[in-house]
Structure formats: structure tokens, C-alpha cells
């Protein structure tokens, strides 16, 4: 993406990519009018939207800005009647075509990371649930949003067993019960507000990931 320094260089010095600017340029200086015409503002408009803001870049050589408050002056205007009068069609200034491609390849890159996060999510949640007895169900927490990864900002999801379970040790067990997230205690006030439906999305719960491969159902505790 452009910095806002090069915007302001490339439309104080305009990098065309057609032959016919300058000649262009010079006859709209000559024959502007000093004033806006209201009557022609309307047919401004629709020139531009019937050409489109890429052929108002080619023509004016930087990034069109638009029509109003901040947009393009009374000479830009009458430069692009003129082009559209002689139905020039020229390519994208180069800068233009560089600032896309870099964009388009900070897009590609990030989605890449996403798509790696999200593989290692399936990867932790696959390893976690191996051999796991207990049936388990994946929910999201309605409340909030996961702060461990740097790349997916979706609701964390919790595993959630359908019937009670326990960890730990025979002497110091940990309950699991049936409907809560493993990472709640089961005494919790609040418990999680979780959603009702369950998703094939993996956990990304660090704690529920956790417990996973530690739990065993509820019967196994002794007595």
C-alpha cells in the first residue's frame, strides 16, 4: 500500500502511462473554464461512473480520489472530458501497478498465515482428542473472542462433555460435568455462556486442549 507520502507525490507530479498527456494536459489548461458549471456536474458524475474509477487513474496518472470535498479539481475534471471525448483508454500509471501488486501479495501472505493458523488449530485439537473415551462436543463462548492467536479473531471454542467426566488422580480427582467446558470447576458460580449449538470447528481453548487426553468417564472414579 501507498504511504500517504507517495499519494501526495504522485498527484503533485502525476505518472501517466500513455503518450498523449502532455498534448492532453496542455489543452485542458487552455480550455477550462475558471469557474464550475453546476449544469455540469451531473454529467461529470456520470461520465465517471460510466468509465469507472481504474480509467480515472490511467487518465489522470494517480489514484483518483473521487469527486467532491478532496476530490479532483475543476482542471481534472475537464482533463478527463477530454479524454473521454477522444475515448482514450490508457493503462494504469506503474506506481499504481506496483501498489497492487504489493497489496495484493500482503493479502495472499496474510491469508497464508491464517490458513496455517487454522491448520494448527485442527492439528492441536486432532492430537488432543486421540484416544479421548469421553464423547465431547465443541462450543463456542458467545461472550468473547480468542486472544491466543495473533491471526483468527473467532469466538474461543471450548470442548464441552455430554455426560460427567473427571481427571486427575483416583485420590484427587477433577470433576467434568456434563454441559460445561472442561476448563470450568464444577462448582463455578458463572458458569461459560456457551453457545446451544455444537460446531465441527476445532477447540481452541488452551485449557480445554489440555484436559482432553486427561479425562475418563465419570464412572471410573472410586468411591
Same mark, same amino acid.
Given at each position: 500500500?501507498?504511504?500517504?507520502?507517495e499519494?501526495?507525490?504522485i498527484?503533485?507530479?502525476?505518472?501517466? *502511462?500513455?503518450?498523449?498527456?502532455?498534448?492532453?494536459?496542455a489543452?485542458?489548461?487552455?480550455?477550462? /473554464?475558471?469557474?464550475?458549471?453546476?449544469?455540469?456536474?451531473?454529467?461529470?458524475? *456520470?461520465?465517471?461512473?460510466?468509465?469507472?474509477?481504474?480509467?480515472?487513474?490511467?487518465?489522470?496518472?494517480?489514484?483518483?480520489?473521487?469527486?467532491? !470535498?478532496?476530490?479532483?479539481?475543476?482542471?481534472?475534471?475537464?482533463?478527463?472530458?477530454?479524454?473521454d471525448?477522444?475515448?482514450?483508454? /490508457?493503462?494504469?500509471?506503474?506506481?499504481?501497478?506496483?501498489?497492487?501488486?504489493? *497489496?495484493?501479495?500482503?493479502?495472499?501472505?496474510?491469508?497464508?498465515?491464517?490458513?496455517?493458523?487454522?491448520?494448527?488449530?485442527?492439528?492441536?485439537?486432532q492430537?488432543?482428542?486421540?484416544?479421548?473415551?469421553?464423547?465431547?462436543?465443541?462450543?463456542?463462548?458467545v461472550?468473547?473472542?480468542r486472544?491466543?492467536?495473533?491471526?483468527?479473531?473467532?469466538?474461543?471454542?471450548?470442548?464441552?462433555?455430554?455426560?460427567?467426566?473427571?481427571?486427575?488422580t483416583?485420590?484427587r480427582? !477433577?470433576q467434568?460435568?456434563?454441559?460445561q467446558?472442561?476448563?470450568?470447576?464444577a462448582?463455578?458460580?458463572?458458569?461459560?455462556?456457551?453457545?446451544?449449538? /455444537?460446531?465441527?470447528?476445532?477447540v481452541?481453548?488452551?485449557?480445554?486442549?489440555?484436559?482432553?487426553?486427561?479425562?475418563?468417564?465419570?464412572?471410573?472414579?472410586?468411591?
Open positions: 500500500m501507498p504511504t500517504l507520502g499519494l501526495d507525490q498527484r503533485r507530479t502525476p505518472q501517466p *502511462a500513455y503518450p498523449q498527456y502532455t498534448a492532453l494536459r489543452e485542458a489548461e487552455r480550455t477550462c /473554464p475558471r469557474f464550475v458549471d453546476p449544469a455540469g456536474l451531473p454529467r461529470t458524475a *456520470a461520465m465517471v461512473g460510466r468509465r469507472g474509477s481504474d480509467w480515472c487513474t490511467a487518465v489522470l496518472g494517480y489514484p483518483f480520489p473521487g469527486l467532491g !470535498r478532496g476530490g479532483i479539481s475543476v482542471l481534472e475534471a475537464h482533463l478527463l472530458g477530454l479524454a471525448e477522444r475515448d482514450l483508454n /490508457p493503462p494504469l500509471p506503474a506506481p499504481v501497478l506496483r501498489w497492487r501488486a504489493e *497489496a495484493a501479495e500482503a493479502r495472499a501472505e496474510k491469508q497464508r498465515r491464517i490458513d496455517a493458523a487454522r491448520d494448527r488449530d485442527r492439528q492441536a485439537w492430537t488432543a482428542l486421540s484416544g479421548c473415551p469421553v464423547p465431547l462436543q465443541v462450543r463456542a463462548n461472550a468473547g473472542r486472544t491466543n492467536s495473533p491471526y483468527l479473531a473467532d469466538p474461543l471454542r471450548h470442548a464441552v462433555p455430554t455426560t460427567d467426566a473427571h481427571s486427575g483416583v485420590r480427582p !477433577r467434568h460435568l456434563a454441559g467446558a472442561l476448563c470450568e470447576t462448582g463455578r458460580a458463572r458458569p461459560l455462556n456457551l453457545a446451544a449449538q /455444537p460446531t465441527d470447528q476445532p481452541t481453548c488452551v485449557r480445554c486442549l489440555a484436559y482432553t487426553p486427561m479425562i475418563r468417564l465419570a464412572k471410573g472414579v472410586a468411591g
